[in-house]
Every structure is written in C-alpha cells, then in structure tokens.
C-alpha cells in the first residue's frame, strides 16, 4: 500500500500562480509514475500531467507552457507548479500514484483550486 499526502491549492487571481505538493509513503520502491488528475463537478477526472520513473513529463494540452511537474529521485514527492492560472483551471485536483505487481492506483484526498477575481 501507499499513502498519499496533498497539500496547496486554494484561491487565486487569474495569472497568479500556486503549487500543489504531495508525499508518498509506504510501498514506494512499486510506484511507476506520480500523477495530478483535476476534476470539475459534473465531468470526468481528467490527466493534468504525469512523470515516470525516468523523468519523462506528459501534460495536458491546456495546461502546457502553463504547468510544471517534478518529483524527487527517491519517488516520495511530486509537485505541480502552476503559473499563469486561468479561471478554466478551477477544479479539484487529486494527486495520483501508480504501482506495478500487482497494477494498482492510490489516490490523494483532492485539494480545491479556485481561481477567480
């Protein structure tokens, strides 16, 4: 098992910017990739950005240019830097860790993101 840890989020004018942080414990040595979702009320959990276990970085096409992903070499961390935020960013967002043997995925408690004037 693996427990997920998020903290950031809150209210923020549009272009200001904040930063999603997360830990991970537990079984750690199984995660493959550590990953942002965000979710609005009424859609689907959508991928925000991803990082695999040799760094390479996915992110929504949205988000791009926008939003940095990292995490440390020891797979405990991952954050999200947002910058230039937009009101359409407003969701919650849910960090994310998948683990092979057996494919399993853990989630964290969702943080709020609010971004309006």
């Known amino acids: 098992q693996v427990q997920v840890v998020e903290s950031g989020g809150g209210l923020v004018q549009p272009g200001g910017s904040l930063t999603l942080s997360c830990v991970f414990s537990g079984d750690i040595n199984r995660i493959y990739k550590r990953a942002w979702y965000r979710q609005i009320p009424g859609k689907q959990r959508e991928l925000v950005a991803r990082?695999?276990?040799?760094?390479?970085?996915h992110y929504e096409d949205s988000v791009k240019g926008r939003f940095t992903i990292s995490g440390d070499d020891a797979k405990t961390t991952v954050r999200l830097q947002m910058d230039s935020l937009k009101p359409e960013d407003t969701a919650v967002y849910y960090c994310?860790?998948?683990?092979?043997?057996?494919?399993?995925?853990?989630w964290g408690q969702g943080t709020q993101v609010t971004v309006s004037s």
């Open positions: 990082i695999g276990n040799t760094n390479m970085e």
């Open positions: 994310n860790a998948g683990l092979l043997y057996p494919t399993t995925e853990y």
